[in-house]
């Protein structure tokens, strides 16, 4: 059984029947009781619903702490907040020398995704913060990548850059950045959707940054071998972002107009 039900207290409102979407709840008698067999999935929507605070959840007992009762209606950013906060984004690679991130900021950043949505509730995102192991993990990438550099000149110059960084005024990869936010997760919206959630968390503490797509090819030209430096992953995760964070060294005075959105509504 997955749900602690405190059955005096439950009002047999049957809002958590309702919002069940594994028919885990039924009524009986004048209070819910979880079903034999449940599919529960831990999703914790029927804890959410419920008026009397009468639900809990096994698996997260020692995490009882992280409940807070909130009231839905009372939206706490207001629409045009929250587009000039995106208008406010850009992708930034020139950064600090001095400032490296702290053990707070990382720990504020990935509060961010502790509440992402995962398909089926997996919660299979994990991260991996590379600083100190820098030089050796990209020269495992450019390992990898290589494959492609004839296709991609960026590639090219990069393995140039680690066998001559002194001929470079930066690393064509990273620019001046010097600190990286690896997103692993099995499915890959799951993973794009907490390390969103992880770099515009980073706006609202001073941060910037931007995605990696050459890094990122690395999974999908060799998963196993990029998967040889992250032993302590599970290698059915994948690696779906790359992202490059520090404090920024300049600061923009304007948006930029983009394409317009294309929407299709059929
Ligand atoms: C998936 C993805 C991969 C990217 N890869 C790189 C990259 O390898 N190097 C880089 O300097 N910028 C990279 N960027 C940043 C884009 O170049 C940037 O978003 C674009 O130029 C628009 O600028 P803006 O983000 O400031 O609006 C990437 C962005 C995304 C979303």
Not at 31 to 60: P, W
Not at 74 to 95: A, T
């Amino acid at each position: 059984m997955h749900l602690i039900i405190d059955e005096e207290n439950c009002s047999a409102c049957e809002k958590c029947i309702t919002v069940c979407i594994r028919d885990a709840l039924k009524l009986e008698g004048d209070h819910v009781v979880e079903v034999d067999e449940s599919n529960c999935f831990d999703c914790g929507q029927c804890m959410a619903v419920c008026k009397t605070g009468s639900i809990r959840l096994k698996i997260y007992q020692d995490q009882e702490d992280r409940i807070e009762e909130y009231n839905q209606r009372e939206i706490p950013i207001s629409y045009e907040d929250y587009i000039q906060f995106l208008k406010q984004r850009r992708s930034c690679r020139w950064f600090l020398k001095r400032r490296e991130l702290s053990s707070e900021d990382y720990e504020k950043l990935f509060e961010a995704a502790y509440y992402s949505p995962t398909a089926q509730n997996m919660q299979d995102v994990e991260f991996v913060v590379i600083k100190k192991d820098l030089d050796e993990f990209l020269n495992h990438i450019y390992d990898i990548i290589k494959v492609e550099e004839d296709e991609y000149f960026r590639i090219a110059q990069f393995g140039d850059y680690l066998k001559h960084p002194e001929n470079y005024k930066y690393n064509p990869f990273l620019w001046e950045g010097k600190e990286l936010i690896l997103t692993f997760a099995k499915d890959p919206m799951d993973a794009i959707i907490a390390s969103t959630r992880v770099e515009l968390a980073g706006y609202t503490l001073g941060l910037g940054g931007f995605y990696s797509l050459f890094i990122s090819k690395a999974d999908r030209i060799n998963h196993d071998k990029l998967m040889e430096f992250f032993p302590e992953i599970d290698p059915d995760k994948h690696m779906y972002s790359v992202y490059i964070i520090g404090y920024p060294r300049v600061s923009f005075k304007r948006t930029i107009p983009h394409k317009k959105i294309k929407v299709n509504y059929k």
